[in-house]
């Protein structure tokens, strides 16, 4: 089971941002609504995920552990969701087979935390006390440090941790709702607070500007629009050679969600630059030369999205359909920006 263990841990466990993005997920599911993430030497050293949502039980955290235990498939949904999002159960086992993991929990039906500890091959099955206020924290330290070959194929600590920030920008910008710390060697990096919600969004509206800066905020057209089954919202700003020159800010952000979740599609971003060239036909528009924020939402039987879970590709029934949307939805953001 060990080697099934490691062997899985290369399907889910690539690299440190890998790890944090199955973790943040996992706090996610369980309802927490800040998520503080405390990173060293570029999640080489240490990977700490800390949340305050249900929490595990006692009796539960020896076999989170364990492989394919998960509380998240009971019915039919959910194995729709497992078609289309991969892997269930997998993680924290995948996790624990190359690294030295702790799992330390509270749920608020027990009077005190409790923790397990797992190295690698030796997972720890007694169930010590601890201290932890409700939620659970998530230790990870020595990622791969039993897979030399794994652990070679780390890059700077640099490189990976600007992964680990594109991953939780990446889910920040779709979880407006939670406050997501990112700190790396003891500093603080990022510190995404969900402001209290007025109106959906202004929350949104707030988080993007955290994430993208408000000149991004400022200058982008704003899209909103929804016709049917099919609603999108979004910030798209085309960059001109000087600002591809000079602001590093703007640049890369390029971020497309649909129904909540991050994809690259060709469709969607046809339909805004067909908009855009249609507008300002002197205008030549490259993907590079556009720094886009767009929440699409589509009926779930429009949309296949378990084309394979880690390429972020979707595939619409009525492709013309949603192209036209955009279309439409982008041209009379345009035209209200510029009356
Ligand atoms: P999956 O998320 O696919 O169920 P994981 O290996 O990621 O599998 O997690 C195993 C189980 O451990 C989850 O189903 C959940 O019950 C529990 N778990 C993991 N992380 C947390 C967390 N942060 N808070 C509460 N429960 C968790
Ligand atoms: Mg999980």
Known sequence: PQLANQIAAG??????????????????????????????QGGAGLILIRDNGSGISKADLPFALARHATSKISDMEDLISILSFGFRGEALASISSVSRLTLTSHTAEQAEAWQVHAEGRDMNAVVKPAAHPIGTTVEVR?????????????????????????????????????????????????????????????????????????????????????????????????????????????????????????????????????????????????????AYVIYLSVSPEQVDVNVHPAKHEVRFHQNRTVHDFIYQAVMQSLEAHCA
């Not at 399907?11 to 309802?31: C, F, G, I, T, Y």
Request: hydrophobic content about 40%.
């Open 11 to 40: 399907e889910v466990v690539e690299r440190p941002s890998s790890v944090v993005k199955e973790l943040v997920e996992n706090a996610l599911d369980a309802e927490a609504t800040q998520v503080e993430i405390q990173i060293e």
């Open 142 to 290: 020595n990622l791969f440090y039993n897979t030399p070959a794994r652990r070679k194929f780390l890059r700077t600590e640099k490189t990976e941790f600007n992964h680990i920030d594109e991953v939780i920008k990446r889910i920040a910008l779709v979880r407006h709702d939670v406050t997501f710390t990112l700190t790396h060697n003891g500093k603080r990096i990022r510190y995404y607070r969900a402001v209290p919600a007025q109106s959906e969004l202004a929350q949104k509206q707030a988080r993007v500007a955290q994430i993208c800066g408000n000149r991004f905020i400022d200058s982008a057209n704003h899209i909103l629009w929804n016709h049917f089954d099919l609603a999108i919202e979004g910030w798209v700003m085309p960059l001109s050679t000087s600002e591809l020159e000079s602001s590093q800010i703007v640049q890369g952000i390029q971020y497309c969600y649909v129904n909540g979740r991050i994809v690259r599609d060709k469709v969607i971003m046809h339909a805004i630059k067909q908009a855009f060239q249609t507008y300002y036909p002197d205008s030549f528009l490259s993907d590079d030369k556009l």
